[in-house]
Every structure is written in structure tokens, then in C-alpha cells.
């Protein structure tokens, strides 16, 4: 091979290289703008502001994880998201809120998403609610988002958090119950050596396992 052909190439790749930015030098102004429409591809701050306890999902309505839309308790004429997580944090006093979606641009644009399926409004009386909706079957954890642009979805973090809480207590449940017969287990282990009449069997025997008296 001639190197010092093999070696021109690499030499005529800079002025190549050198041609591209100095055609990009002008539109790299461009790039400029192409940056803030970038911007744009995070639709949860068109949804407002952060809002403690709560995970901004997106735009569309919430679902759960089998893309079931919730039951939900309504609130009208609510100004803001920030607001309507105040309704929400009311209604979850006696009800399991999930999250909530909200339409600045709907009268009755606030809607807490709740596991329940019945007696909603009157669960929540204390928080005057304006409507429910027990038609859905959404539960548990809010996952992804539908296609209605028009409203924003809330997670509600601190419920979506609580059944893995709740399953500390039902574990330290067993082990309290069984620290007073765990004594009894020492015994168990004790009668289990009566439990081998496989040594009336005959010695071990390599690659077979004796499995007692018996056919």
C-alpha cells in the first residue's frame, strides 16, 4: 500500500470538513432557535407549576396500569391545578385519591381520581364536591396518560407510595405471632431425627436418595 496515498484522503477530509462549518457558520444562528422550540417537548410545564406531593404525568387524563380511566369526585370553577390539589388533599381524608386531572379551561375541569366505585360525593360531603363519576374502573397506582390533550394529569405520590407501607405492618404481624411458639420449633427439629427410617435402609448409596420404608 502507498501510504502516502492512503494518507491523502485524511487530507482532503479537512478541507471537506472545513467547507461544512463554514456553510453551518451562518445557519448556526439557526441552531439557536431550534433550542427553544425544544422546550416545547416537555408538555408537563404546560400543566403549571410543581406541586408538593404530586408527580406531574403529562398531558391527557390519568390511567392505571391497565389504561383504565378512574372513578372520580368533581370540583368546579377551580382556578388552578394548584388548587384543585387542595380540593383533592380534602377528599383524600376518607377516600383513596390516586391523582387528579385538571382543565384550566373547563368549568368542571378539576376531577380527584379515586379508587372507590360508590358513594363519592357523599364520602367527601365535607369538602363540597360539585359531581362524581363511578362509571370507570381505574385502581391502584396512575401510570400513563391518555390522548386528551385538553386536561393534565397529577400522580398523587404519597398514595401511590402507601400500599408498600402497609405491607411492613402485615409482615412484622407473622413474626410477633410466631416469637412465642418459635421455642416450639427447637423441639420440632429434635422429633424430626425420629423422622429419618430411611436408616433401616441400609447405608447412602451414591446417586440415590432413600425414600423411607415403604414401596
Known amino acids: 500500500r502507498n501510504d502516502l496515498t492512503s494518507a491523502a484522503p485524511s487530507v482532503s477530509l ?22 427553544a422550540p425544544s422546550a416545547s417537548l416537555s408538555p408537563t410545564d404546560t400543566c403549571g407549576p410543581t406541586i408538593e406531593n404530586y408527580s406531574k404525568m403529562g398531558k391527557g387524563k390519568c390511567l392505571d396500569g391497565d389504561d383504565a380511566l378512574y372513578n372520580f369526585v368533581r370540583f368546579d370553577d377551580v382556578a388552578s391545578s394548584e388548587e384543585c390539589a387542595e380540593k383533592c388533599n380534602c377528599a383524600s381524608q376518607t377516600l383513596t385519591v390516586q391523582g387528579f386531572d385538571y ?41 400513563n396518560t391518555n390522548t386528551n390533550n385538553s386536561f393534565c394529569c397529577f400522580r398523587n405520590d404519597l398514595t401511590s407510595a402507601a400500599p408498600s ?3 411492613a405492618p402485615s409482615t412484622t404481624i407473622k413474626p410477633s405471632t410466631s416469637s412465642a411458639p418459635s ?7 429434635a422429633p424430626s431425627a425420629s423422622l429419618s427410617p430411611t436408616d433401616t435402609c441400609g447405608p447412602t448409596i451414591e446417586n440415590y436418595s432413600k425414600m423411607g420404608k415403604g414401596k
Do not use: H, W, Y
Request: net charge neutral.
Open 183 to 189: 421455642n416450639s420449633l427447637v423441639p420440632t427439629l
Open 14 to 35: 479537512a478541507p471537506s470538513t472545513t467547507i461544512k462549518p463554514s456553510t453551518s457558520s451562518a445557519p448556526s444562528n439557526s441552531l439557536v432557535p431550534t433550542l
Open 103 to 143: 382543565n384550566a379551561q373547563m368549568s368542571q375541569g378539576c376531577r380527584c381520581l379515586v379508587d372507590e366505585s360508590s358513594n363519592l360525593s357523599s364520602a367527601v360531603s365535607g369538602c363540597s364536591p360539585d359531581g362524581q363519576n363511578a362509571s370507570n374502573g381505574g385502581f391502584g397506582k396512575v401510570i
Open 165 to 167: 407501607v402497609s405491607l
